[in-house]
């Protein structure tokens, strides 16, 4: 029900949607009601250029980015290392016969290198299929994971989950952990916070391992964006997560507001 209702409220708040509706709401009545229909149509517009062309989304980006510290070089080996789906398209990867990764490959590349660095501790890949009739997207990983090197004996799947909710209460189940094991979770900067409150609230002694950076935390982050449809994404990725942090804490899936260190 959480995962539904989840959804459910991204579409009706989706910004970009809701702008784009304005905009098309403004043109469809400015015959009738002239000063509310240019009002609507240029709101509309005028804040999709905006956000196209500032740093607004990189910005917005940049607070859950730095809210986890990358590990240091000299960290103590994990018993374990969970990677959080995403970044494959299963649809495209069957139709080509093929891995096709999407935003958040990152996250599939920093599992390689950590299992090589740590010979000894198990992998875990959390993702179900985004629709019910999609297989895991799970199976694709491991597939590609042992592709470049990885024993598939070291690598366990959690096929069913559809949000990050139930990545981390699925993955629980799965491995059980205890407070002695220390757990690396590894996902997408942005991603993080709310990551790992929901994974410590699922009984994860649990260290971040952030990856896949938006800014750059520099003055960088302050130029005008170069790609106009990039920075359309980027602002509807940062809105999505800054109202999933609120949404599940108000749900009581996670314990603060905006989970740190």
């Known amino acids: 029900m959480f995962f539904v ?5 991204w579409l009706a708040a989706d910004p970009i949607t809701l702008l ?20 609507l149509t240029l709101m ?17 980006l940049r607070p859950l980015e730095e ?25 495209l990867s069957l139709a080509h016969g093929q891995t096709a990764l999407e935003e958040g490959a990152a996250r599939l590349t920093e599992a390689a290198i950590l299992a ?17 009739a999609d297989p895991p997207e799970a199976i694709e990983a491991r597939n590609l994971l042992v592709a470049l090197g990885v024993d598939a004996s070291r690598i366990e799947i959690e096929t069913h989950s559809r949000n990050t909710f ?10 059980k952990p205890n407070p002695q094991q220390t757990w690396w979770l590894v996902t997408s900067a ?10 410590e609230k699922a009984g994860f002694s649990v260290r971040a391992d952030p990856v896949d950076y938006h800014s750059t935390g520099d ?26 942090l609120a949404a599940y804490h108000l749900a009581g899936k996670i314990d603060a507001w905006f989970p740190g260190p």
């Open 166 to 175: 139930e990545n981390a209460r699925f993955t629980a189940a799965l491995v």
């Open 67 to 91: 809210r986890f510290p990358p590990l240091p070089k000299d960290a103590v080996a994990p018993y374990g290392i969970i990677v959080l789906g995403g970044p494959i398209s299963v649809t």
């Open 116 to 132: 090589r660095r740590f010979p000894e501790a198990k992998i875990v890949y959390a993702g179900g299929g985004a629709r019910p």
């Open 219 to 244: 003055d960088r982050d302050y130029l005008p964006n170069n790609e106009p449809g990039r920075g359309l994404t980027l602002f509807e990725l940062a809105v999505h997560e800054w109202i999933g």
């Open 20 to 39: 784009l509706v304005c905009a098309l709401l403004g043109a469809l009545v400015v015959r009738r009601v002239p000063r509310t229909g240019r009002a």
């Open 190 to 199: 942005w991603h993080m916070p709310r990551s790992m409150g929901l994974f």
């Open 44 to 60: 509309g517009v005028g804040a999709l250029l905006v956000i196209s062309m500032l740093p607004i989304g990189v910005l917005l």
């Open 5 to 9: 209702v989840s959804k459910a409220l």
